[in-house]
């Protein structure tokens, strides 16, 4: 290369333009490191600087992996003795083992634990040292230790699994971990266990009001709790028994009825029936009649009935009476009142149920307190599927304290609120919780109330119901009544709905249904692990009733919109048969994913001849589930030719429908086939 140091940088001589254009054609393609410009200097070519950069990033890599390795041992070192020192924080601050509350205890630590009436308390930090005195005296020294002490021992491999596994009659369940699901608020502790005054001499259970009690999906708690309360009691007779197509399926009972409409809700005697529920006439010629058939035994029998301005008359014995040997009972009063008249079965009796006869003029009659023995476990459902709490407190107050100062319950298990999510704030909750409690307390007030807290439902969050739970709690600890959180059982909606636990977005599955019905006997006191000896069969003198169970055949077919069409033609057996039949409608509009759900109750009697039907009741609706727009639909039956025809009609769509039947018949054990479709 010519080099020309003599000119100045910028020179324009064509030299030094050729000079430029060699050199920067060896710094951009040369292989060499280095090349000396026009006045000598050497620069570095674009070969070396990537040499250089190389070199440097590979230093640095060193380094840096040098210095994480140093850090991460440093690390290492540190997290072992914080791990240590975090181990013995536990072990140090760990619950201690539970003593009863006694005068002259001694609190110096914040870990010790007393047991008072079955619920755990811990010192507040502010009040050690002291020592007990009674219970009342020292209450502000003390927090509820809620599930903090479960959960210790949850935590504990050799007892957790155990914890969390219920072995009773209703099943081993594992549970997993719902204990763990809902945490204690402050305002929750000292209400969330409770022991009424009646624990372990407990007699008469009531339970409403909603289908969350009722029941849905063929399936509610109720049936399991009455199980396990038989073990811890024994039997004391079918119980109250409100004469209802609902109350008949669940209960197995019998249940025949002419001349006399069902209480429906907010219609006419709603405001006086204790569960929305019973059996009226406004203007009866004598040829009404009700027969109602228990499903296990009973020897006595209160029944109750409603006494009214203009009321009218009805006989009354057992379902071997005749007329004139039965009780006549005039209803009329001056003013609305509970009235009852009590049955008996005589001894060598063959009758098994009781039979109201010559209904005249208006009666409304509500159910019977069935009772087989002086001792011994008795229930009560008086909830009503979409029953709204708001609508139970608006009902009667005087007639509702004759109702409790007559049935005098031992435990009365208080759910309600569900239907009232978008209609009730929670001031609103808490003043219809407290008019129904403050009644129940004023005239029977050994009566042990709980209020129940529901589990999750879908979409809650949108509603009041949020509010409504705080105002639970804040009622139960003003009344100075028990509280059962469900959630804490069953955990989050999502929760329960993975595990199965939930049968839609409301109600508990079966499954569920079996682990709250423990959930509560164990709160109260009882153990859930007690074999159940069964109710007890009809004393010699008769054949005993039997219920048979089963299934008709599925149906499914396509109905357009507004034409009738038949599921069922029916006939039942000779012999005054009756059937209770539970069915599951499911409507799906066409063309789209909507659809809407029923459970419909009809029942459906019979007299002398075979394969044929005399009466069936209007179809009642214990739950429904409608998508919106996914219209809705009705269900009618009637007696046509000797058969029962239960029909179905679409309102508004053409609609796919899918209906699934039970049935349930009480008859004489020795009957072939009870019930035929046609």
Excluded at 4 to 31: C, Y
Excluded at 502 to 525: C, L, V, W
Excluded at 535 to 564: C, E, I, M, Q, W
Aim: proline share 3%.
């Amino acid at each position: 290369m010519a080099y020309s140091p003599e000119n100045p940088i910028g020179s324009t001589s064509p030299k030094d333009l050729m000079a430029n254009a060699e050199n920067t054609d060896l710094l951009a393609l040369g292989n060499e490191h280095a090349y000396p410009d026009r006045k000598g200097a050497l620069r570095k070519s674009w070969k070396g600087m990537e040499s250089d950069f190389s070199s440097s990033q590979n230093s640095r890599e060193q380094l840096y992996d040098l210095d994480r390795f140093e850090r991460g041992s440093e690390f290492a070192e540190d997290q072992d003795i914080r791990a240590a020192e975090f181990n013995w924080f536990l072990k140090s601050s760990g619950y201690e083992t539970p003593v009863d509350y006694a005068p002259g205890v001694a609190v110096t630590r914040l870990t010790q634990q007393v047991r008072y009436l079955g619920e755990l308390y811990r010192a507040k930090a502010s009040a050690i040292p002291f020592t007990t005195s009674t219970f009342a005296a020292d209450l502000d020294k003390w927090l509820s230790n809620g599930d903090n002490s479960i959960r210790q021992e949850l935590g504990d491999p050799r007892k957790g699994g155990a914890l969390l596994r219920t072995e009773s009659i209703y099943g081993s369940e594992q549970v997993g971990d719902t204990l763990n699901r809902h945490e204690l608020t402050g305002q929750e502790a000292g209400v969330a266990k409770y022991q009424g005054q009646n624990a372990g001499v407990a007699r008469l259970f009531l339970a409403g009001y909603d289908s969350l009690t009722d029941g849905a999906g063929g399936s509610d708690w109720h049936r399991y709790f009455r199980k396990i309360m038989r073990g811890q009691l024994g039997y004391g007779g079918p119980g109250l028994q409100l004469f209802d197509n609902t109350v008949a399926a669940q209960e197995g009972a019998a249940f025949g009825v002419s001349g006399m409409s069902p209480i429906v809700e907010n219609g006419q005697n709603y405001t006086y029936s204790l569960g929305g529920k019973g059996v009226y006439a406004v203007a009866a010629t004598g040829s009404a009649y009700l027969d109602w058939r228990p499903g296990s035994a009973w020897k006595s029998a209160r029944v109750y009935y409603l006494k009214q301005p203009g009321g009218g008359t009805f006989n009354i014995g057992t379902s071997d009476q005749t007329v004139a040997a039965m009780v006549s009972v005039d209803t009329v009063s001056d003013s609305f009142g509970l009235g009852f008249i009590d049955v008996s079965i005589g001894s060598g009796s063959s009758g098994r149920g009781v039979a109201v006869r010559t209904v005249t003029g208006a009666v409304c009659l509500f159910g019977g307190l069935f009772i087989n023995s002086d001792t011994g476990f008795l229930f009560g459902n008086i909830a009503r599927g979409g029953r709204k709490l708001a609508d139970v407190a608006a009902q009667d107050s005087l007639l509702r304290k004759q109702w409790f100062a007559a049935l005098q319950p031992s435990y009365f298990l208080l759910n309600g609120g569900a239907n009232d999510k978008s209609t009730r704030t929670g001031a609103q909750h808490n003043a219809d919780l407290t008019k129904i409690i403050t009644d129940v307390q004023e005239v029977s007030p050994t009566t042990s109330i709980v209020l129940i807290q529901h589990n999750h439902i879908y979409g809650e969050e949108t509603t009041f119901l949020p509010e409504q739970a705080l105002q639970k709690i804040a009622v139960a600890k003003a009344k100075g009544v028990g509280y059962f959180d469900v959630r804490r059982l069953l955990g989050s909606y999502v929760t329960a709905n993975m595990g199965g636990y939930m049968f839609d977005g409301t109600h508990p599955s079966d499954k569920a249904n079996r682990a709250i019905a423990g959930y509560y006997a164990e709160q109260i006191g009882f153990s859930a692990n007690s074999a159940d000896p069964g109710a007890a069969s009809y004393n010699p003198g008769g054949t005993d009733l039997v219920v048979r169970a089963g299934s008709l055949s599925t149906k499914h077919f396509v109905v357009a919109a507004g034409v009738k069409t038949q599921i069922y033609k029916l006939g039942l057996a000779a012999g005054f048969t009756n059937t209770t039949l539970r069915m599951t409608v499911c409507c799906n509009r066409n063309g789209s994913g909507l659809s809407a759900t029923k459970l419909i109750l009809v029942t459906v009697r019979n007299g002398t001849s075979g394969n044929s039907a005399t009466g069936v009741t209007t179809p009642a609706t214990a739950y429904s589930i409608l998508d919106a727009n996914a219209g809705d639909f009705t269900i009618s039956a009637e007696v046509v030719s000797g058969k029962c025809i239960i029909s179905t009609t679409p309102a508004e769509y053409d609609s796919n429908i899918v209906v699934e039947c039970d049935y349930s018949v009480p008859y004489n054990p020795s009957a072939g086939q009870v019930i035929f479709e046609n």
